[in-house]
């Protein structure tokens, strides 16, 4: 057989595996070069080396596939430094991580300038992922349809995939309960709730809710904001939506940027609206069941001490804590949530309650521009498509053990464990005021929030200062994008 003859055969085996989806391993070596990988909670190896040690894991059987490939794994963001400032510092010298943790409302308003655009990459198919399951043909079909909707941009693109998720939900303290004749399965409405609360606070003594809150940034008081907003709000939902991302399987889901912003201009959405006087009803009656020092509270952490040591009788906190909980807690907990909203207690309430779940966790990751302009995008994609395949994300999720996987076929080990109920509820119609407009307007909404509360601002300068930071941010996020419906 001649040479040529034998070349020809050859490229005809290349190309029949190429087109039959089918990696050789001569293609799988073409791969090279240094990769940086920033993973969040999934390698802080001073905090837990075991979860570390899976990332390790995972890292060491990516470059025994890839000879030419080095993966470098980026520890924790140091203690005390805040990640926006942290990533600023490193995007302006192009230093970041090729692969890159960020709150995925953060990254959105980031968008192209710090990310690359992963639209086409999610119609490309993940070749780690088994043959015939979700996402092995299109990688976006890994990934539920409430989970792209609520991560897409505000300019239509998505800059990140998001691996997991979480639940939130009250863990509360029996003894404390019990010694007041409170019992969570009573809770039958907002109104019955309150009066629970109360009762539990007058006969222990103890503040009912470990909740705090922050004049800007993040704080566990916005998971309530994102409730109550939804709760005086969610008949409206079906004028709210905008047709062009309405799909006849999902009648009820979060509200995007775009929408908000939309609703706003139009008019449908208006702070000075009656059902506002709920809102603000509600939440200073949440407000008065924080610790009386709520505002210099600035760390979930400083809760969990003032729970763990009978301080607080509950504390609002997430499924990443449950497995440390259930080892350092010392007394009998349980975890409930808050009750469903009737009509009497907001007109617009739909008799439920609303799970505050979502992206915000550890499995955030986008690929950095400076990756791509190093020629490093088909290395950051490629691996990416790796650790998000299901037979390997579900190791580091269930070794964690804070975390649900959003990554078809991966499954969620125990962490679920006392979420179920929460986890059945719908999501709500809000998410946090930083991802509603702009992370300005979130700012600025809280800080309104924070004066009502205190006392500096009545219900009616409220309404309208909110209606302003409504427009202001809606304003800001059509000069920024620049939608077709927007004012001249």
Not at 295 to 321: H, K, P, Y
Request: aromatic share 12%; with cysteine; net charge negative.
């Amino acid at each position: 057989m001649s040479i040529s003859l034998v070349r020809r055969l050859t490229l005809l085996c290349i190309l029949f595996a190429i087109v039959s989806g089918f990696v050789s391993v001569t293609s799988a070596q073409e791969l090279s070069g240094e990769l940086t990988v920033y993973l969040q909670e999934y390698y802080q190896p001073d905090r837990n080396p075991e979860v570390s040690a899976v990332s390790e894991a995972l890292a060491q059987e990516y470059m025994d596939m890839h000879p030419g490939v080095t993966i470098t794994l980026v520890p924790l963001i140091p203690a005390g430094q805040d990640a926006e400032t942290f990533l600023a510092a490193r995007m302006a010298a192009g230093e970041s991580p090729d692969i890159m943790w960020q709150q995925f409302y953060s990254r959105n308003t980031r968008a192209d300038d710090w990310w690359v655009p992963l639209n086409d990459i999610l119609e490309m198919p993940n070749p780690y992922i088994a043959e015939g399951t979700p996402g092995s043909e299109r990688w976006a079909d890994s990934f539920p349809d409430f989970v792209m909707g609520q991560t897409r941009a505000a300019d239509g693109n998505w800059y990140q995939v998001s691996l997991d998720w979480v639940e939130t939900g009250l863990y509360y303290n029996k003894d404390l309960f019990a010694q007041a004749g409170v019992d969570p399965a009573n809770w039958t409405s907002w109104g019955a709730f309150v009066t629970d609360m109360q009762t539990l606070k007058d006969t222990t003594g103890v503040d009912p809710m470990g909740m705090y809150m922050q004049q800007t940034g993040w704080s566990n008081w916005v998971w309530a904001d994102d409730i109550f907003m939804t709760v005086v709000w969610g008949d409206m939902a079906d004028e709210l939506y905008m047709e062009k991302y309405n799909d006849p399987s999902i009648p009820w889901r979060q509200l995007n940027p775009e929408e908000i912003a939309k609703a706003i201009i139009d008019g449908t959405l208006n702070a000075e609206d009656p059902r506002m006087d709920d809102y603000l009803r509600i939440s200073k009656e949440f407000i008065s069941f924080f610790p009386i020092d709520y505002t210099g509270i600035t760390t979930l952490d400083q809760l969990n001490t003032l729970f763990f040591s009978g301080q607080v009788a509950s504390t609002w906190n997430g499924t990443w804590v449950a497995k440390p909980f259930s080892n350092e807690v010392p007394f009998d907990y349980g975890i409930t949530y808050l009750p469903p909203f009737t009509t009497a207690d907001a007109p617009g309430a739909q008799d439920t309650a609303y799970r505050v779940g979502g992206p915000s966790s550890a499995g955030q990751y986008g690929i950095a521009q400076s990756a791509a302009a190093n020629g490093k995008l088909d290395l950051a994609v490629d691996f990416l498509m790796f650790v998000a395949a299901p037979q390997n994300f579900e190791r580091l999720v269930t070794e964690h053990g804070g975390y649900i996987p959003m990554v078809a076929g991966a499954s969620a080990g125990e962490v679920m464990d006392g979420f179920n109920d929460i986890a059945a509820l719908p999501e709500r119609l809000f998410t946090d005021p930083q991802g509603r407009l702009t992370l300005e307007s979130g700012d600025a909404w809280q800080a309104v929030m924070q004066a009502y509360f205190l006392g500096q601002a009545d219900e009616a300068t409220t309404k309208a200062a909110l209606q302003q930071v409504w427009l202001d941010g809606a304003a800001a996020l059509c000069a920024e994008q620049g939608y077709d419906w927007c004012p001249a």
